[in-house]
């Protein structure tokens, strides 16, 4: 009389739980690697800023860095997403350096009723350097 109902049984409730924890589980990850793929641009953005002998380079190449360290994740932002200010002028020994990376991470395979309310995770890294001291003196 019951003979075949435990396949049925296994195949609901395997969609009913397995399905959902699989695409949460999924979606964690996405947003994980979101976070360690900004933390490492922001710290690449940061060096490359450092690097440069003007600050005009030295923003042109923390855009590129961040960029690239974002893309190695297969990742993309827009230009506004990446904030570079200076406390005095730009590249000055001992001045303070902040980069800061704010963007949303896309949630694929979103099911419709989520996807209204919902266009993506907010994603905010940053960091904070101090100029070196015996820099050599840069137009800014």
């Known amino acids: 009389m ?3 109902t435990a396949i049925v049984e296994f195949l609901v409730i395997g969609v009913l739980i397995l399905v959902p924890l699989l695409y949460a589980t999924l979606m964690v990850v996405r947003v994980e690697a979101a976070t360690m793929a900004s933390t490492q641009a922001v710290h690449e953005a940061s060096r490359a800023f450092m690097m440069a002998d003007a600050a005009a380079q030295g923003f042109r190449d923390a855009r590129v860095a961040s960029n690239l360290a974002l893309a190695d994740q297969g990742f993309k932002v827009t230009d506004d997403a990446l904030k570079v200010t200076c406390s005095m002028r730009c590249l000055a020994p001992q001045s303070q350096l902040k980069v800061q ?13 989520f996807s209204h309310f919902i266009d993506g995770y907010p994603i905010t890294a940053e960091q904070e350097l101090t100029m070196d001291t015996y820099r050599d003196s840069v137009d800014s």
């Open 2 to 4: 019951d003979c075949g």
């Open 101 to 113: 990376l704010t963007w949303k991470v896309d949630l694929p395979w979103l099911p419709p009723p």
